[in-house]
Nanobody, 118 residues
Framework: QVYAVESGGGLVQAGDSLTLSCTGS????????TAWFRQGPEKAREFVAF????????SYDDSVKGRFAISRDNAKNTVYLLMNDLKPDDTALYSC???????????WGQGTQVTVSS
């Protein structure tokens, strides 16, 4: 089964903005928090941002705090990541996943590539 599909990535220049979307299959995300992760070339996957089901709790990695904003539209089963002031270090494959329980994520999407040139 495909549980989540990411979209919105692309090639941009430093300082540009992009909005990524993560759409769950059916009601995959219902009552679950969701997070964005990223993995750059030859790097481990790292946490980017989290939002709970009701949308009133968010958290961000320090590297993106103040530049990225996570949000969701539960009627569309979609979680968004608004990325502002992109930097070359943001270049990575961005994936979303639901939080099955605290600290455990599943239903990963295949990811969408973001490439930021200097």
């Amino acid at each position: 089964q495909v549980y989540a599909v990411e979209s919105g990535g692309g090639l941009v220049q430093a300082g540009d903005s992009l909005t990524l979307s993560c759409t769950g299959s059916g009601r995959t995300f219902t009552n679950y928090g969701t997070a964005w992760f990223r993995q750059g070339p030859e790097k481990a996957r790292e946490f980017v941002a989290f939002i709970n089901w009701s949308g009133d709790i968010t958290s961000y990695d320090d590297s993106v705090k103040g530049r990225f904003a996570i949000s969701r539209d539960n009627a569309k089963n979609t979680v968004y990541l608004l990325m502002n002031d992109l930097k070359p270090d943001d270049t990575a494959l961005y994936s979303c996943a639901r939080e099955l329980r605290i600290g455990v994520f599943d239903n990963w999407g295949q990811g969408t590539q973001v490439t930021v040139s200097s």
